[in-house]
């Protein structure tokens, strides 16, 4: 006998006789419990790792919380202290820019790659895994070290750069350039949001193409008009995503600027340069402000796209 | 089963199981029947640690019980780990210590005293008294000196001949010195690959500490406050001004961000670099040559050097360690041992111990003698005048932003002497005042 024959013969036999008239599940206290009880790993997780940490970090950032010295309560003294630092100020140009300019380069990448791929062709599945393995490994150690390399002074940029007669130089040691080599580093890994690009393309009812070819539109028209409107909650969705990404990137400029967000702090990311005050000299107090200043910044600017989305984002069955 | 059996076994499996995590995070530091595991840790290069695991293998050797589980990292990392481990209460049995974070440390309660352990596991009586006393913190023994080091002007005397130069003598000024990099700069320029004087030496904050000597002022006080004013590191940093933009004398900033980890100097593109002298070790093995030569810092106005011994460094132990007489044995060993002397030699400063000094036999032309040879003439000069700045709480701050960051950014000409100046002493004002 299957074991779904008899699930099923219990579920009709027994539960239907236990029910009450009125259709209410019994015992709805224990099941309630059960699920506590199944989610309590994951509670228990979140209470202790994230949301405790959270809170003594709130707590911490209106002290002068150092690690070994003595400290105590401070009030709002870590927040005005932020916009008197000079280096506080590199920070936030320096992510501003590089979440201003990369993401859109990204996601643009990202969508042009999807749409490549979304024609059907031999080897498309091959394809698809070679460009989303950059965004597998590009946030490891090792990516970031040989991203160094490669825009070192006769690193195989430079190399090729004069082969075709220019003179790139070492973008590493030139601070006008280690922030666009950052951004192409985070522009090559647009697996993620190509991934998603994809999906959402396939979603896209062919007849609303076909329709569009009787009418006689041209790709440009197409695209403008069918693919990116269609497309919007995806393309909002992955906006949201890639920009708070950005403001968290953390590794690839620790390990290309030795941890020192140089030269002259144009790798100085915001949270490199929360690490380097909290760990580094042992401000926990004010990186941790720093922290929530973030939060909230984040926060505001995920507001902003959600109050906006409502004039350029079109869900399907929409009527407007 | 009833719900609610089923809800107390998840629960019960998911307390067991956070348990079982927090279980991997304590440490299994000890097993019993005398097996003990120390924790020892270390700030340097390759050189230093291949050094260190050869005296540690031979302490092993010594003493079946005894374990040691060594790790080490660049200086600055070294001190975020330090301070890591110091808020969880997990600083290491024996670690490196630097009398520029002494205070901070000892002032917390973050080091076991030396004091029981003196005279037994501990042999202290071959160190100067003078000496032994720079580790004590509130007339408390809690870090023992390795050796002795001073500053110097490292040099490579191949590339220098290679360019058909001289370096200069002993009693060289700083215009001089000043004079000679641009002699090298320029003659350097047609060098493949380009080869340069040396960095820019008023970035070096020691550098500013030895200048400030040369004129009388005793840097910092007792309680933490400052000794030198605004104009005083001013006048040092504007020394150099004339060798910057737009003759651009000195080794090039952005030159130094590629090399990393390697300097101007280690990679054979500039011919000096001042340091302290047990770095000739490091030194010597990064550029993969025994010739590299010391002497001293030049002569301030008066005429004299002014120059100090510091300690070179210390070894503390946590005061969170289980074992601390087996803690002590180690750092006894790493002090006196003539075995591990031997291997060590004077990568840890000239040794501090009287008996491992006698029983260090130097070989003729080896990096070793020309340390000791160093400090002997120096000593001899009449150049060991001064005796080594006090460093209050704060210290290893201060100096931190004044040669990791605001250095970085003159470097690159993004910032100006007097912004230079004015962010040093408003950082100051957060490190160094309780």
């Given amino acids: 006998m299957s074991l779904t024959h008899e699930a099923s013969r219990e579920s009709a036999n027994s539960t239907p006789a236990r029910r009450p008239r009125n259709g209410r599940p019994p015992r709805r206290g224990a099941e309630t419990r059960a699920g506590y009880a199944f989610l309590a790993p994951w509670l228990l997780g979140f209470i202790t790792l994230t949301a405790g940490p959270m809170i003594a970090s709130l707590y911490l950032s209106f002290t002068n919380f150092h690690p070994i010295r003595d400290w105590g309560w401070i009030g709002f003294d870590n927040f005005t202290r932020l916009f008197d630092d000079p280096r506080f100020m590199d920070s936030v140009q320096v992510t501003s820019l590089y979440a201003v300019v990369g993401t859109p380069i990204k996601l643009a990448a990202a969508l042009a790659v999807a749409m490549l791929l979304n024609n059907r062709r031999r080897g498309q599945g091959t394809y698809r895994s070679l460009f989303y393995a950059p965004s597998l490994i590009g946030a490891s150690v090792s990516i970031a070290i040989i991203w160094k390399a490669m825009f070192n002074d006769q690193g195989i940029v430079d190399e090729i750069g004069q082969f075709f007669g220019m003179k790139p130089g070492g973008w590493v040691g030139n601070p006008d350039m280690t922030l666009p080599m950052m951004i192409l580093l985070a522009v090559w890994q647009f697996g993620a949001p190509m991934v998603i690009f994809l999906a959402g393309l396939k979603q896209i009812p062919n007849e609303l193409y076909e329709a569009a070819d009787v009418d006689g539109a041209g790709p440009l028209r197409k695209f403008f008009r069918i693919t990116l409107p269609m497309l919007s909650p995806v393309l909002f969705f992955n906006l949201v995503l890639e920009t708070i990404n950005s403001f968290q990137v953390f590794a690839s400029a620790f390990i290309i600027s030795g941890g020192k967000g140089g030269p002259a702090n144009s790798t100085l990311f915001y949270t490199l340069y929360l690490y380097q005050r909290g760990f580094g000299q042992g401000q926990l107090g004010y990186a941790a402000a720093m922290a929530w200043l973030l939060v909230i910044v984040v926060g505001i600017i995920t507001l902003i796209f959600f109050k906006t989305s409502k004039y350029w984002v079109h869900y399907g069955g929409e009527t407007r | ?434």
């Fill in chain 2, 1 to 434: 089963m009833s719900f609610k059996k089923t809800a107390l076994r998840g629960l019960a499996i998911a307390v067991a199981g956070s348990l079982a995590l927090t279980a991997c995070g304590s440490d299994g530091g000890s097993g019993d029947g005398g097996n003990v595991t120390l924790k020892f840790t270390w700030w340097g290069g390759d050189e230093r640690a291949s050094r260190y695991e050869q005296a540690i293998k031979l302490f092993e050797d010594e003493n079946p019980g005894i374990k040691v589980q060594t790790s080490f990292a660049a200086f600055p990392d070294y001190w975020t780990q330090r301070s890591t481990d110091a808020t969880s209460g997990e600083l290491p049995d024996v670690f490196q210590m630097d009398a520029s974070r002494l205070l901070e440390y000892a002032g917390s309660g973050l080091l076991l005293g030396f004091d029981d352990y003196a005279g037994n596991q501990l042999d202290t009586s071959q160190i100067d008294a003078e000496l032994l006393s720079s580790g004590e913190a509130n007339g408390e023994l809690v870090a023992i000196p390795t050796g002795t080091n001073t500053l110097t002007l490292m040099y490579n005397p191949d590339l220098i001949e290679e360019l058909g130069l001289e370096i200069p003598d002993w009693d060289y000024t700083w215009d001089e010195y000043f004079a000679f990099i641009s002699e090298v700069t320029a003659a350097g320029a047609d060098h493949s690959p380009r080869v340069y004087g040396a960095d820019d030496p008023t970035m070096v904050w020691w550098l500013f500490m030895q200048h400030l000597v040369q004129q009388g002022i005793e840097p910092f006080s007792e309680t933490g406050e400052l000794n030198f004013t605004e104009d005083d590191m001013r006048e040092f940093i504007d020394s150099a001004a004339s060798l910057r933009a737009p003759d651009d004398q000195f080794f090039p900033a952005e030159r130094t961000e590629q090399l990393d980890p390697l300097g101007g100097f280690t990679n054979g593109e500039a011919v000096m670099e001042f340091h302290w002298d047990n770095f000739i070790h490091n030194y010597s093995h990064d550029l993969g040559s025994d010739n590299v030569q010391l002497m001293p810092v030049p002569t301030g106005a008066d005429g004299q050097k002014h120059m100090f011994f510091k300690p070179t460094m210390q070894l503390s132990m946590g005061a969170n360690t289980k074992h601390p007489e087996e803690a002590a044995l180690l750092v006894d060993f790493l002090i006196n041992s003539p075995e591990a002397g031997a291997i060590i030699g004077t990568d840890l400063g000239v040794p501090a111990s009287a008996e491992r000094l006698d029983a260090l036999e130097i070989e003729p032309g080896s990096l070793d003698e020309r340390v000791i040879e160093y400090q002997q003439r120096a000593r001899d000069e009449g150049y060991m005048t001064a005796t080594v700045p006090f460093q209050p709480e704060g210290f290893g701050a201060v100096e931190t932003e004044y040669v990791e960051v605001l250095a970085a950014e003159f470097g690159f000409y993004r910032i100006d002497t007097d912004t230079f100046v004015q962010r040093w002493f408003s950082e100051a004002g957060n490190h160094l005042v309780r």
